[in-house]
């Protein structure tokens, strides 16, 4: 009788709703994955604080942009997390070069995946190509009259979900949330989600996270232990500006308008965005870093915030990156951290010849 209700009740457990994370592993250090001020493509560099880091290549690019910005040549607001399974590493990067076009538009996305952190394979979506990029497009109601004219799909990031459903009934998948403008179809940027394949090959067709009325970019989110609920970090351009946070028991809808009285709120006047969460090893308390662009030179800072995500306090400078922008941050293994580290000995090697 106990095997059986023993097998009862994991058979529930299977079928009851898990939430959705990023998988989060590595008690050695921190990877800082970000675009470069210096140009637009990807950099790393780590650190065993969380504070003080150390450029990998010198703050040069980890690949060549060009081989996976297939549209622009830029590879901007890089972000990066693990597979659900703990094998590999995947990054998404919005497909921009304003050297290039010389305005701040753009039209598509790059989904990249790697086994190694140094070797990467991507496919990239021309969003003007319109349904024919996604795989649900024989059933999916388009947002779109007219594709060709998208103007922007910015700052795209992943979000595991094992709880998602594909048409031929297999679970899991990786969220991908982003912002995008139709000028002619809609007056300001607006938060959008499709959702990737374990491949991370296929894209569904975008549906709107929520519209508050005003422009939106640059979300983050964190699914939070210390009160069950998913927490969003924002750019809000409407109304009072600044990085904002929202909350929703569900990733993918009934998002709350923003708390009004608790943001990042130390630069005064300043633009700020590219705001990005993560927790050091053992602390149950978050770190928040984001980019105050409007200096000369820029600040990139780091904060810190309760387990809740709330009461922002102590803000620093990023200490020891060159040029850093808005990226993502991912701890790290011990084993991780030394295969970087002999990488950068070995393109710096390269690099001095």
């Not at 009740?9 to 994955?33: E, R």
């Not at 990467?120 to 990029?133: A, C, E, I, L, P």
């Not at 978050?286 to 306090?313: E, G, M, T």
Request: charged share 25%; hydrophobic share 30%.
């Amino acid at each position: 009788m106990k095997k059986k209700l023993s097998t009862i009740m994991m058979l529930l457990a299977s079928l009851l709703p898990m939430n959705a994370q990023n998988l989060q592993k590595g008690d050695y250090g921190y990877l800082y994955c970000h675009m470069s001020d210096k140009g637009e493509y990807t950099a790393f560099a780590v650190s065993r604080d969380g504070y003080n880091y150390q450029d990998i290549n010198e703050g040069k690019a980890i690949f060549n942009p060009k081989e996976h910005a297939r549209i622009e040549g830029g590879t901007r607001d890089a972000y990066i997390t693990r597979t659900h399974d703990g094998k590999g590493y995947l990054m998404v990067t919005t497909d921009m070069c304003v050297a290039k076009s010389h305005k701040w538009d753009n039209y598509g996305i790059d989904l990249l995946k790697s086994d190694d952190l140094i070797h990467w394979t991507s496919v990239t979506f021309d969003y003007r190509k319109g349904m024919q990029n996604f795989c649900d497009a024989a059933t999916a109601q388009s947002p779109y009259k007219d594709w060709s004219t998208i103007n922007r799909v910015w700052a795209p990031q992943i979000f595991w979900d094992p709880n998602y459903v594909w048409e031929n009934g297999e679970r899991g998948g990786y969220m991908i949330y982003y912002s995008m403008l139709n000028r002619p179809e809609e007056k300001y940027d607006r938060m959008y989600y499709s959702y990737a394949d374990k491949s991370f090959t296929k894209l569904t067709t975008p549906r709107i996270l929520f519209d508050w009325g005003y422009a939106t970019i640059d979300a983050d989110i964190n699914f939070l232990k210390s009160d069950g609920l998913y927490h969003m970090l924002i750019k809000k351009e409407g109304g009072h500006r600044g990085i904002f946070t929202a909350t929703s028991k569900y990733l993918t809808h009934s998002w709350g308008a923003p708390v009004e009285d608790d943001f990042v709120s130390f630069e005064g006047n300043k633009m700020c965005e590219g705001s990005s969460a993560f927790q050091l090893i053992g602390d149950d308390t978050w770190r928040v870093a984001y980019i105050q662009y409007s200096d000369h030179p820029k600040h990139y800072r780091i904060c810190k915030a309760d387990k809740y995500l709330r009461n922002f306090s102590d803000p620093v400078d990023i200490k020891g990156v060159t040029a850093p922008q808005h990226g993502s941050f991912m701890r790290l293994t011990k084993k991780e951290y030394k295969r970087l580290l002999a990488w950068d000995k070995k393109l710096r090697g390269e690099n001095s010849k």
